[in-house]
């Protein structure tokens, strides 16, 4: 019998502690399809590649416009509704924040460069209160500079008679965005559209080598390190395999800090050992989680029937969001 795993310590870490997030391509199934789908036999890397990202753009365009024209349409307006409910429950941990010790900030890291998150934020932004730090500086050209990330904003009162914190959520995508377009001086501006030429790092194994070599991404990546390395900090990961061998390193050193703790959700059964071997693990370190969906309490999961009949459960973006409010409004 699998032994279920206690939600209560992700419920005491992730309101007491600073909050990270890693989000990977499963968290836009099936909007956008993995990167598998594309690299099929006969199919070279670099086709794949560009198959991929002309997906990507094509879907972050009606997202932003918000017409769904295509045959696929109806995904990825359900992938945006559960990108949507999922910011609104880390914001009501955010919120919760009042009463914590740390400061009210939540990143999000995530390796897709589709616009999901974007959208859903400029949403919720017309009647919740937050401060959506994209890292971009600016207001006809918004610049992005890794910098900006350091900025908290505070609300002083009418009378000047206090100061008080408002809580920031904070997008970094260290593989870059589809609105996201270099200017002469090399500079990388965030504009309000998908670009023609957008800056990213495709997926073709050299991610690691191409981030460094690019002062841009490297610095994304090293606020994800930075946040990892600060005590008291929590990383969820959702969708993401640790496929990328540069962002494998960097959570196995961060795990010698001994005041990290971390969470990552597998889809399925058969992704913990997957994830185990990307990232040269054998067993579990104390403060890394593994979790498969038959760990967790049913309710949390989804049922799936496979072709002989039998049942299997899942563990998706929209699950996490159920097991976080759980986590945000229980008391």
Known sequence: MVEKFDIKQLRYFAMTKRLNFLIGSGASVPAIPLMSVFKTEGISDEKANNSLSDKIKGVSKQVIEGIYKTSDGENIETVLKRYSEFIKVILQLLYHANSRQVTKNINIFTTNYDLFIEKSLDELMKYESFVFNDGGNGY????????NY???????GLNDNYLNELPTLALIKPHGSM??????EDNIL??????ENPVVVKPTGLEGQETFLNNHFHDMLRV????????QSILIVIGFSFQDKHIAKMLNRSLKNPELNVFIFCYSESDKQIILTNLSLSDCPRNLNVIIPNELEEKYTSKNISKDGSDWFSFDLSNLTELLRDVSFEE
Do not use: G, H, T
């Not at 609105?179 to 002469?184: G, I, S």
């Not at 965030?190 to 670009?195: A, D, E």
């Open 140 to 147: 006809f050209n918004r610049i992005l500079d890794s910098a």
């Open 150 to 156: 350091n900025k908290s904003v505070a609300y002083r």
């Open 179 to 184: 609105n996201w377009e270099r200017d002469q």
């Open 190 to 195: 965030i504009r309000q559209s998908v670009v």
């Open 224 to 231: 994800f390190q930075l946040e990892l390395d600060k005590p």
